[in-house]
C-alpha cells in the first residue's frame, strides 16, 4: 500500500527512556515531516528534512533528534524522555513542490511518558 | 511568519444542516491552501486544495474558494452526515527558505448529531 508508515502505533515510555520513532514513505517524496499534536496546539512542527541529507528545526525542535537516513525512511529520537513529550507524533513527506499533491499522513504514534 | 486561523469548535449540527468552517490566513508569499480532515485515531487527509486566486477546491460534498482579497479559504458543505463528524484543518503552503514548510491552523472538531 502506497503512503507513509509509521512504527510503533503505540508507546509507554518511562522518564528518562530514549526510543526512536520510525518513519518510512514509498511515494517518491524529497521533503519529509516530523509534528506533534496536543489537545487544544494543533499540529507544530518538530523537524523536516527539504530532502536527502538535509534536516532542519521546526517550531519545537528541543529533546528530540532526526535522521534522513536515505530518500525512504526520516527517523524521529527522544534521547531522554520527560513526561512533556507525552504526544502523538505524526511523520508526513511530500514532493519538493507540494502545490498538486499536497501533504501524506501515516497514522501516528502515540506516545506517553510516565 | 505565515499563519492560520480557523474557527474554534466544536461545530455541533444536525444532519443535512449546512456547513461553515472559517478559515483566514496571513502569508508573506503567494501560497496554496488546503484542508485535511482527521477521523477518530487516524492520521490526516488531504481533503480539497487551491492554488491560486479563485480557484475552488472539492471532494466529497465539501467546497472552499480561494479568496486572496480577504485572505480566507472557508470549508462548505451543503448537507452534512453524521460520517462527516471529525476535525478539520485548514493549511497553507508557502515557500519559504527555498522550502514549502506547510502550516496548519488548531483544527475545527465537527460533530454530526442524526
Known amino acids: 500500500n502506497a503512503g507513509v508508515t509509521q512504527t510503533p502505533k503505540f508507546q509507554v515510555l518511562k522518564t528518562g527512556q530514549s526510543m526512536t520513532l520510525q518513519c518510512a514513505q514509498d511515494m517518491n517524496h524529497n521533503s519529509m515531516y516530523w509534528y506533534r499534536q496536543d489537545p487544544g496546539m494543533g499540529l507544530r512542527l518538530i523537524y523536516y528534512s527539504a530532502s536527502e541529507g538535509t534536516t532542519d528545526k521546526g517550531e519545537v525542535p528541543n529533546g528530540y533528534n532526526v535522521s534522513r537516513l536515505n530518500k525512504r525512511e526520516f527517523s524521529l529520537r527522544l534521547e531522554s524522555a520527560a513526561p512533556s513529550q507525552t504526544s502523538v507524533y505524526f511523520c508526513?513527506?511530500?514532493?519538493?513542490?507540494?502545490?498538486?499533491?499536497?501533504?501524506?499522513f501515516g497514522s501516528g504514534t502515540r506516545l506517553t511518558v510516565v | 511568519g505565515d499563519s492560520v486561523t480557523q474557527m474554534e469548535g466544536p461545530v455541533t449540527l444536525s444532519e443535512e444542516a449546512f456547513l461553515t468552517i472559517n478559515c483566514t490566513y496571513t502569508a508573506t508569499g503567494y501560497p496554496s491552501l488546503f484542508w485535511y480532515v482527521q477521523y477518530p485515531g487516524e492520521g490526516l487527509q488531504l481533503l480539497l486544495k487551491?492554488?491560486?486566486?479563485?480557484d475552488k477546491g472539492s471532494n466529497k460534498g465539501f467546497e472552499a474558494t480561494y479568496r486572496k482579497e480577504t485572505t480566507s479559504f472557508h470549508l462548505e458543505k451543503g448537507s452534512v452526515q453524521v460520517s462527516d463528524s471529525a476535525v478539520y484543518f485548514c493549511a497553507l503552503s508557502d515557500r519559504t527558505g527555498g522550502s514549502y514548510i506547510p502550516t496548519f491552523g488548531r483544527g475545527t472538531s465537527l460533530i454530526v448529531h442524526p
Open positions: 487551491a492554488t491560486k486566486a479563485d
Open positions: 508526513a513527506s511530500s514532493p519538493t513542490v507540494p502545490e498538486n499533491y499536497g501533504y501524506t
